[in-house]
Each structure stands twice: as C-alpha cells, then as structure tokens.
C-alpha cells in the first residue's frame, strides 16, 4: 500500500507538519528542565558558579523556545479539531479525561517554566530547585497525559488480536441491557462477535472492528438506524420501534457504558501500549535535549574557549551517552515488544522485505524465539494493510540512532580516556540527526496504524472534517508554519548560541 | 460547576488576553518613542510592561487552551459541529497565535539585540497579529449571536465573507479591541501612577473607555436586532420584558465598575492617585464581567437566534447546541473536586509567578 493512497493525504501531510513542530520543540521542554535541574542540584552541592551558569543558560534555552512550542500546541490543537474534528469529537466524548487532565499538567509547565527563569536569586536556593522540580513535572505530567490519549489510537484498551480468518481484531465493549435486548444475538455471532459475559453494566461482547468501524462510520454520517448496518442485526421486533434513531445515539450509550465499565479515569492508561509509549517519548525529548546542549557546549568552545563550555560539553555528553543507551536498550525495546503484540500489522509491514538475519534479529528481540510463527505482511487482509513505507522509515531510524550511539560513545572514548576531546562546528549535525531520528519514531507509529485513526474504530475517512482545506490551501499553511519555525531557530542561534 | 469553571479560565484568559493586545499595542510604540527622545523614563516604563507580558503571555494562553478543552470535555458534540464547519475563521487565529508568540519571542529577547529599526517592525508584527487574533475568533462570536453565513449546500460550512459582515461581529470586534486599549491604559496608569507620563496614560484610558461606551450601546442595539432573546435577557427588566434568563445584575455590576474608573482616572487628572489601584482593579473586573454577560446572556443556547437556520437543520442540532446538556460522564463530581484540587494551587502559584515579576 502506498501511504498516498488513503484518504485525506494532504490534511495528513499538514498534520504531520504541524504536529511534528510542535513535537520538535516541546522535547527541549522535556529534557533541558532536567538538566537544568541536576546542573541546579550540583551547583548547590558544590557551590562551583559555572554549575550555576550552565543551569540559568539550559533554563533560558527552554524558555525562548516555550513560546513558540506553546504557540504551534495551540496550532497542533486547532488543527485536530479543524481537520479531524470527529476524532476530536470522539476523544472529547469517551475519552475525555487525559486531555482535562494535561490542563493542569500545561498550567504547571507554564507557571513553573517561568518562575524558574523569572525568579533566579529572586526565592532562596532549594526553593528554586523545587520550582525547577515542579517545572519538569508539569512537562513530564503533560506528555505522559498526551501520550496516554495517542497510546489509545494505537491500540485501545479492550483491543484484542488474533487469527483473521475469525473477525480478529475485536473490541470489548460493554452493551447496556436494553440495547443487547434489542439485537439479533445470534446474526451478529454469526458476524464474529463473541459474547464474553455478562456484568452489572451489561453484556460483554468482543465484536469484530470490521463491524465497530461501520458503526462510527454511520454514526458520524448523521444515519438512522434504518439506514445503518445495525439495522441488519436488530431482532424483527425492534426493527420498526428503533428505525429512525440516530446511530450516534445507540453508539454513544454503547461506548459510555464501556467506558464507565473500564474505568472514565483510566480508561487511556489501560491501554497496553501506554507504559512503553510514555518512557519512550519523554526519552527521546531527553536524548535530542542532551545532543543539542553537547553540540552547543561544543560549539561555544570552538567559538569562545571556556570552562563553563568545558564542564557544559562533558555534562552533555554523559547525559547524551546515558539517555541513548537507555533509549536503545530498554525504552526503545519495550516499545517494540508492545507493537510486536498489539500492533501485528504495522511489525509485519516492517519486518515485510527485510533480509532473514534481520527478521530473525527482530523476532527474538520482540519474542524470543526466531522461529515463532508471526503475522506475515501477506497474511493481513487488505482492508487492514499499512503502508509500506514505514519499512525503509524503521530501519533509516534505528541505522541513525545507532550511529548517533556510536558518535556518543567515541566522542566519551576522546574526552574521557584520551583526554582530547573534540570541539568542532560539526558537533551541529547530533541535534539534526537526533531530531530525524526522533521524527522517523513518530511517523513509523503514526504513518504504521493506517488506515486507522483509532485503531480497530474510527478510519481516516471518518475521523475527516466535510469541509477541508484544498490541497493547495493546506500546502500554503505547511509552509506557513516551516517558516515560522526557521525564523525560531534563527532566533535561538542568535539569541542563545551567539551570545 | 461546569458553568462556574468555563467562566472561571475563560474570564482569566479574556482579561489576559485584552491586556496583551493592549501592551503589544503599546510597548512598541513607547520604546520607539523613547529612543528618539533619549528618555529613559519612557523606556523604564516600556521595558517593565514588556517584561510582564513576556513572562505572563503563556498563561494567557494555556487559560484558553483550558477553555477550549474544557469545552471539548462538556460539550464534545459541539466543538465536532464547529470544527466540522469554521476552518477558516479559527485557522485565521491559529496563524496569528503562532506568529504573535514567535514575534513576542523576538521582540522580548531581541530588546537590546536588534537596532532600533528592526525592532520596532518586530513589535509592529507582535502588534498586528495582536490585533488578528481575535478577528477569526470573534467572527465565531458573531456567528454564535446571529449564525449569518451559515451555507447549506454542497456541505454545511460557514461562508467566511457573509460571516464578516454579520452586525454582530462589526460592532463586537472595534469594542473589543478599543476595550483591550482601555484596559491597558488605565492599567498602566495603575501602574505607574507616581510616574510623569501616569496623566497621559489617565488621558489616553479614558479616551477608550468613552469609544468602548459607545461602541457598546451599538453593539446592543444590534443585538436587540439580530440576537433579542441576549438582548432580553440584559435589557429586559429595565423596560418591562420578562427575561428567560435575567443577567441584568451582571450589567448593572460592570456599570459600577465603568464609573469607578471614569471617576478614579478624572481624579488622576487632577493629581489625586489615591484611587487608582482600585481602577485597575475595576478595569480588569470590567473586561471579565463583560465577556461573562456576552456569553451567559445566551444561556443554554450556543447559538442565540436559530431563527435563521432552516428548522429540521436546527431541530437537528437542538441538542449540540444546548449548553444544559453536557458530556454525561464529565459531569461527575469526583471530577469536579479533581479540578479544585488542581485550579486552586495552580491558580495561586499564578499569583506568585506575578507577584515575582512586578515586585522589583
């Protein structure tokens, strides 16, 4: 499949640009309040005033770049209900929590963002390390919030894979009685629907996403039930009573008694990607956090030789070495042990062409055994198929983080054993290449789960606005929001780098 | 409690937002003037208001963001419907937030980074996305008075030039940028009341308070046209009509208000301060009363005058746009004390954050 060829390509193209803005500022949001912090906390320790330095220069770092990352969070906002406004619907509807929630997490940010900048020798010493504390929480609680609602779409919390050929993937919903009373029990088994019991709150089906995605589908169409394909699985008696109600309504009654079943609080952090996906996300804002203050110590001690520079290089490059082992090794592995499992397409799309060593290589890493018997590309129906593209994204993105663990590794090999290390103009290229990395990560996960929006619920097509912008109208936006980001990074060189 | 927490953090972010187009407005034009006068009381007065809004810009922001999501979580149907049919208006504003964060950046960092030239086309950018953001957004307002523009075929959307030329919105958006100005020069006037330039600012706020009056009385008496069941609800009692939904209190509360500042600013005029941070306490308190009897004049409609919209479309929408029928599983009330928790400490650390930044 070409990733071209669903729906809404340009709208996609706009989103992932917008978006990935956003994403490629707020990570300095995640990492440089950390580093700050410890640089902080050692300066306290030691008293040594460049510790201190380094600290106020990181805190200036994040907060010039805050602006604009607030400001394309807001673009990244608008954009989602522009565009995808019945995604935004649903997420606001049934899974409204996580979102209400990064409220708080955003207000943390900003207030303490600022206050650890503004109120520099304003507030005694440990009180400002516990504001710089409290910054990175609201950063961290921010995405950890964020990453729960998009840990949904990729696999949402009653998901449940299996063999094709038997309606596989399902989702658990949870019928209140009064609408399971009014359905054909055995016309939907006969459709791959599995009735797993009964509770308080009502029957507990598994139903084939093939039958959940026509429901929102219709549900979104404005249809009635006489025109949907609930219709065809309504006993004979309920046919004439229930014809002209909304299928929003029966689907809106069915997903809110599920959601109150799972939990309305929880119902995102159950999702079984959820864990994985959060370390990894605030990791990778850690890593490339850690990369850029390396490549700008680097640089300032090209330009200016220093020993604030110095102990800045060598702060950074601990953390970048650090950050990418654990990146690599735990977070990054876990990651793909939870797509493995619950994303089976997207691991076969990947793993699809790849030479046997390297499947091989990938099957033990996601189950042990090199020999288990996976879910081929071929095997996957057409209708669930992801583009194949996220193929050659996957391995450019492990091929580059291996090479940016290695650099890490011989520039620590340079500073630490042979004492030289190196300072060069070409350390700008570590923050670029950790920042592609970081890109491919989130287009494998975003680009990987079409045709979904939500997986197993809502397609593209669905989650799309009915009036969007023209292809030429969303390209003008796109370069819009590159130009603005150019003129940021300008900015950040000279107003930080320079200075 | 839903009603109470949207107008909480949308009250926040109007005043907030008012006085940050009304400092972008400002600063700008005061350093440009101080620097071809060589006066550095100008400049002080310039730096420290850019200081305060540099800082303080984002709580602005994350308070609508708030708005915004509190609203997607209580009325999620509703922001479906808008996003479904208002991409250009919101897209407007959307471009001129980003811009405006990116310019404010600029100008802020780049105060003594820039020459004097480019700095001040820098502020001129802050100032005319100022003044756009809320062009798309308060063509919404119109909208949500009187839905002119609202087109049905091929698709329902909203046709952004009919829409720009509801009356609503030609009166809502002057006043509210002429409201911004007032606010900010009475504030200012707060601020720096023991300054030289504390008279021109007292002279410069109530000029805006009297275009803010007027253009208030046209803005009622076009909604007394377009949207009567608001208008009612305001006006109503003083002329003998049963409101719905009587917000007159509110209206008589902001008049007491307006009066305190004319009377605290003419006082400044004769050298007597001793009133003014009770005006700027009455200016912010304005800003806010007067966006609460906008938007709850309407209550439980979204949209004030349906009269406009074919009827099975508005029997359609009835309940998406009825404010009494939220999300029902976000109107919880563990959800409520999960919001306290959190506002309250927020909101206070807010506090603190100000006080930091005005206290030298």
């Known amino acids: 499949m070409d990733w071209a060829s669903y729906p809404a390509f340009s709208d996609r193209v706009l989103s992932m640009i917008g978006i990935e803005i956003h994403w490629l500022i707020l990570q300095y949001v995640l990492g440089l309040p950390l580093m700050a912090v410890i640089a902080e906390a050692i300066y306290l320790k030691t008293k040594d005033e460049r510790w201190k330095k380094i600290a106020k220069t990181l805190a200036k770092g994040f907060v010039i770049v805050f602006a604009v990352g ?346 630490f054993v042979r004492k030289r290390p190196i300072y060069s103009p070409y350390l700008i290229a570590l923050p670029v290449v950790a920042q592609i990395v970081s890109f491919l990560g989130w287009a494998v996960r975003e680009m990987g789960r079409k045709p979904w929006t939500v997986y197993g619920i809502m397609d593209v097509k669905t989650a799309h606005t009915m009036n969007p912008p023209s292809p030429a109208l969303a390209g003008l936006f796109a370069l819009y929001f590159v130009v603005l980001l150019s003129v940021l990074i300008y900015a950040v060189y000279r107003f930080l780098w320079r200075c | 409690m839903i009603l109470t927490f949207l107008a909480l953090v949308f009250g926040l972010h109007i005043v907030m937002v008012n006085l940050g187009i009304g400092l972008s407005g400002t600063v700008p034009f005061l350093k440009r003037k101080a620097e071809i006068e060589g006066n550095e009381e100008i400049m002080r007065i310039a730096r420290k208001s850019m200081k305060f809004y540099a800082a303080t810009y984002a709580l602005a922001g994350v308070f609508g963001t708030a708005f915004t999501v509190f609203l997607l979580s209580f009325y999620p149907s509703f922001i479906g419907l808008a996003g479904n049919i208002a991409l250009v208006p919101f897209a407007l504003s959307v471009c001129m937030i980003v811009l405006h964060f990116l310019s404010l950046t600029l100008y802020w960092y780049g105060w003594d980074k820039f020459n004097s030239e480019r700095h001040f086309i820098v502020g001129l950018v802050m100032f005319i996305s100022a003044l756009l953001i809320p062009l798309g957004f308060r063509a919404i307002f119109g909208f949500l008075n009187v839905p002119i523009g609202l087109e049905l075929t091929p698709k329902v959307h909203i046709d952004t030039l009919k829409a720009l030329t509801n009356p609503t919105f030609l009166v809502l958006y002057p006043k509210s940028i002429t409201a911004s100005f007032a606010l900010t020069f009475v504030i200012l006037a707060t601020a720096f009341r023991k300054s030289e330039y504390s008279k021109s600012f007292a002279k410069l706020g109530l000029a805006f308070l009297i275009l803010t009056s007027i253009l208030g009385i046209a803005y009622a008496e076009t909604l007394e046209s377009y949207a009567n069941y608001k208008f009612t609800n305001v006006f109503g009692v003083f002329y003998g009509v049963k409101p719905e939904n009587d917000v007159s209190y509110v209206f008589i509360i902001k008049m007491v208000f307006l009066a305190i500042q004319f009377i605290a600013l003419m006082a400044l005029l004769r050298g007597k301060d001793k009133l003014m941070p009770l005006a700027g306490f009455s200016a912010l308190a304005t800003v806010y009363l007067g966006e609460m009897l906008n938007a709850f004049s309407q209550y439980p409609l979204f949209i004030a005058n349906t009269s406009v919209i074919p009827k099975e479309i508005a029997n359609a929408l009835a309940d998406v746009i009825n404010m009494a029928k939220p999300n029902p599983i976000a109107t919880m009330e563990s959800l409520y004390a999960v919001t306290l928790a959190f506002l309250i400490p927020l909101i206070a650390s807010a506090c603190v954050l100000i006080y930091l930044i005005v206290r030298d």
């Open chain 1, 70 to 415: 607030a400001g394309m969070g807001t673009a990244s906002e608008f954009g989602l209900i522009l565009l995808w406004p019945n995604l935004t619907e649903i997420a606001g509807k049934y899974i409204y929590f996580p979102l209400y929630a990064e409220i708080f997490a955003f207000m943390m940010e900003v207030i303490f963002v600022y206050m650890f900048y503004y109120a520099w020798d304003k507030i005694p010493d440990k009180a400002h390390l516990i504001v710089g504390i409290l910054a990175l929480t609201g950063a961290w609680f921010s995405a950890t919030m964020i990453v729960s609602v998009n840990s949904y779409m990729q696999a949402p919390t009653g998901i449940m894979v299996g063999d094709y050929s038997m309606g596989y993937p399902k989702l658990m919903l949870v019928v209140p009685y009064k609408i399971a009373s009014a359905l054909n029990v055995s016309a939907l088994q006969s459709a791959g629907m599995d009735i797993l019991g009964t509770s308080k709150d009502g029957v507990v089906v598994a139903l084939p996403c093939s039958i959940v995605k026509a429901i929102v589908a219709d549900a979104f169409s404005g249809k009635v039930i006489k025109d949907s394909v609930l219709y065809g699985v309504l006993n004979e008696s309920a046919k004439s009573a229930l014809a002209n109600v909304s299928v929003k309504s029966v689907l809106d009654a069915i997903v809110w008694n599920t959601v109150k079943h799972v939990g309305v609080y929880t119902v995102t952090f159950q999702s079984p990607v959820f864990g994985a996906s959060v370390m990894h996300a605030i990791m990778a804002g850690v890593v490339v956090s850690a990369f850029t203050v390396l490549a700008s110590y680097g640089l300032s001690y090209w330009r200016r030789k220093s020993d604030t520079a110095v102990l800045g290089y060598r702060y950074a490059l601990i953390f970048a070495l650090i950050a990418i082992v654990l990146q690599g090794f735990v977070t990054g592995h876990e990651m793909g042990v939870a797509v493995a499992e619950w994303n089976r397409e997207k691991f076969a799309t990947i793993l699809h062409g790849s030479p046997e060593f390297l499947k091989k290589m990938e099957l033990t890493l996601a189950y042990g055994n090199p020999n288990v018997d996976y879910v081929r590309y071929e095997d996957i129906p057409n209708w669930l198929k992801p583009p194949l593209i996220i193929h050659d994204l996957y391995y450019l993105k492990v091929g580059l983080a291996i090479l940016l663990g290695l650099v890490a590794l011989a520039l620590t090999y340079q500073t």
